[in-house]
């Protein structure tokens, strides 16, 4: 089998080309993620490096920067990017971006805490520039860049996102569109010093708030999450998008993308692949109270 795009000596090349750039030190770095991106804790500095894991979307990186700048001007609880270095940077290829670490000193984030921050985000305008709303665009282009991908599951993965497709496009949302963060779950929010703060920007754009409230449903439906975690964030933000008719649509798309978001690595992190054929065969067998466990 062909070695994959994102090994571990890669990376680590990547990491160290980064490093040396900006005068910092990878010795002791520490891998903290490496689904859609691979994140690098580093030891020697109050700094992680991010670097973009999928060739197809590598467009994303523009917008993760402007969301980031935007939530700065306007004192948004989020993760800053390194100050002083222009962003995003070319490392070997590879598009990376540099990051102030989060000191975990606060305490655990609560549902509550995202919904606080959810309200915060939903009242912004957009940044400018920022893309409009098409979640099944990057399950597609997931698809087109997997490094392994058996052709008939390629045809049934497009296939069902035509056919979600077709269902989404005869939605009509019951909240006012707007800023949404994109991949609103709790991994997504870190437990800061002077409280939580948002992080992973990749996917916003503008689109229907419904989207942001969607992920906690689905932990609760596929991961097992406790029930009373998605009452409490539904209680705080005001809105319980499970009780919306819509809300089947909006958890299919969800899990397509919970599926295919390790396809562009899948090669380079064998860890993922029982989760991800496990989680394809659901999908396959129209299985939906499936216990799925979370890529790690």
């Given at each position: ?9 890669k ?16 010795a ?19 700094v992680v490096?991010?670097?973009?894991g999928s060739?197809?979307?590598r467009?994303?990186?523009?917008t993760v ?5 935007h939530?700065?001007?306007?004192d948004v609880?989020?993760?800053?990017l ?5 962003q995003?940077?070319d ?6 971006t ?5 000191p ?8 509550a805490?995202l ?21 099944l665009h ?5 698809v ?7 052709d008939?599951?390629r045809q ?12 989404l ?14 991949d609103?779950?709790?991994g997504n929010?870190l437990p800061g010093?002077?409280g ?6 990749d996917?916003s ?14 932990g ?6 406790p029930?009373?975690?998605?009452a409490e ?21 969800r ?19 029982a989760?991800?054929?496990?989680r394809?065969?659901d ?11 979370r890529?790690?």
């Amino acid at each position: 089998m062909p070695e994959g795009r994102f090994t571990p000596a890669k990376l680590r090349r990547v990491l160290v080309g980064t490093c040396a750039r900006l005068g910092l030190d990878p010795a002791g770095a520490r891998l903290l993620r490496f689904t859609n991106n691979a994140v690098y804790a580093l030891a020697a500095a109050p700094v992680v490096v991010r670097i973009v894991g999928s060739t197809k979307l590598r467009h994303r990186v523009g917008t993760v920067v402007r969301v980031a700048e935007h939530f700065a001007r306007h004192d948004v609880p989020a993760v800053r990017l390194l100050s002083g270095v222009e962003q995003p940077l070319d490392v070997q290829g590879h598009l990376v971006t540099v990051w102030d670490r989060v000191p975990f000193t606060g305490p655990p984030v609560t549902p509550a805490d995202l919904a606080g921050l959810l309200r915060r985000v939903h009242a912004l305008p957009p940044p400018d520039g920022l893309a409009e709303w098409d979640p099944l665009h990057s399950v597609q282009a997931r698809v087109a860049d997997a490094e392994e991908l058996a052709d008939d599951d390629r045809q049934f993965l497009l296939e069902r996102c035509a056919e979600v497709q077709d269902r989404l496009d005869t939605l009509d949302f019951p909240l006012t569109r707007g800023f949404v963060h994109g991949d609103a779950y709790p991994g997504n929010v870190l437990p800061g010093p002077d409280g939580p703060v948002l992080c992973d920007f990749d996917s916003s754009c503008v689109g229907p708030p419904e989207w942001d409230l969607t992920p906690l449903a689905v932990g609760r439906e596929r991961f097992g999450d406790p029930p009373a975690g998605y009452a409490e964030f539904a209680r705080a933000y005001g809105f319980d998008v499970t009780a919306w008719s819509g809300f089947s649509v909006l958890r299919a798309v969800r899990e397509l993308k919970l599926t295919t978001s390790v396809l562009p690595i899948l090669r380079s992190h064998p860890p993922v692949r029982a989760e991800w054929r496990r989680r394809l065969a659901d999908l396959r067998a129209g299985r939906t109270s499936s216990a799925w466990t979370r890529y790690r």
